[in-house]
């Protein structure tokens, strides 16, 4: 009788028994600590950004400059996605890190 395809797979699923620890390694509070600082800075230069931006657009539309305009509109978006993405990052990682352990 010939073995069904779900049982011969079966053998080819093994845990090895690996999850996340805290406490595992030492510095990892250094690690959170630089890559919080890290986190701030690039939220710090989107600001900078996101204020040039503002003000290139605001160039060009006030003085007729469309590609300074368009630059500026990019910018912008830019910015604003460098913001959402820097902000969301924990809650994306933690997301998707939640969805990988119900992988079985």
Known sequence: M??????R????????????????????DVLRTVVNSINLFGIVAVVGALAVSLAVWAWGHHTGGHQAEANGKKGVTVAAGAALGLGAANGIVAF???LGTQIH
């Open 2 to 7: 010939p073995i069904p395809p779900a049982e």
């Open 9 to 28: 797979l079966f053998p080819l699923a093994y845990d090895p028994g690996v999850s996340p620890k805290g406490g595992g390694l030492p510095g990892l």
């Open 96 to 98: 998707f890190s939640g």
